[in-house]
């Protein structure tokens, strides 16, 4: 079955740039997502990327497809403690379905 | 900027209670979604919704559980005998009409069955 893998924690220095890792298992995926959740608040939607793309970026973000591997990324540049968050990966399997990964925490120490 | 907004934040209930939890999705979405986030574990995937029908349901959502969207702007999941196993935070989210690919989540409802 459909399966997303991250790794559960990252720590980095505020200045620094953060990168987040995730492998995924269907090869059917058409996007891909990452979603940010503050404490106590829900999943924020920050970027996504179509399959048949290998680079988004965005401001300070940027995300990294590798559909041979199945790995995606996603870069912050010059991370904030305001960035510090639980970002999740996500696929969308199956007609509306999107599949979550556990979610990794990013903690931005001054 | 809209967004999708649930209520209660909090809902503590009784086991073998039916539960209602209720959403507001972004005004002209026209598909609806709830998941679910054990604490600890991966957010899954409940339903999907659309035109008045469930269009995808996983294995979880079981004969307990129901959708339904009686207005115009209210969408609701209704547990009809909570379990423990329930206790969970649920979200809901919607997309819409040019894009039902980008699902925007509200901030969820926390759900405790004691």
């Known amino acids: 079955g459909e399966d997303v893998e991250q790794s559960l924690f990252l720590s980095v220095r505020e200045g620094d740039s953060s990168v987040i890792n995730c492998t995924y298992t269907?090869?059917?995926?058409?996007?891909l997502y990452w979603y940010k959740q503050e404490p106590g608040a829900g999943l924020q939607l920050l970027t996504y990327?179509?399959?048949?793309?290998d680079m988004k970026q965005d401001q300070r973000l940027t995300v990294l497809l590798n559909k041979k591997d199945k790995h995606l990324s996603l870069r912050i540049a010059d991370t904030q403690t305001g960035d510090s968050a639980i970002y999740f990966c996500a696929e969308r399997t199956g007609y509306s379905t999107l599949t979550f990964g556990k979610g990794t925490m990013l903690l931005v120490s001054p | 900027e809209p967004e999708v907004t649930q209520t209660p934040s909090h809902q503590v209930t009784q086991m073998g209670q039916e539960v209602i939890l209720r959403c507001v999705p972004i005004s002209n979405h026209l598909y609806f979604y709830w998941y679910r986030q054990i604490l600890g574990q991966k957010v899954e995937f409940l339903v999907s919704f659309y035109n008045n029908e469930i269009s995808e349901k996983s294995e979880i959502f079981d004969d307990q559980f129901s959708v339904e969207r009686p207005d115009g702007s209210n969408f609701t999941l209704k547990i009809r005998s909570t379990k423990l196993e329930d206790s969970a935070m649920y979200f809901c989210?919607?997309?819409?009409?040019?894009?039902?690919?980008?699902?925007?989540f509200g901030a969820g409802t926390r759900l405790s069955v004691l």
């Open positions: 269907d090869s059917s995926s058409t996007y």
């Open positions: 989210a919607s997309s819409p009409r040019d894009s039902k690919n980008i699902q925007y």
């Open positions: 990327i179509f399959s048949n793309m």
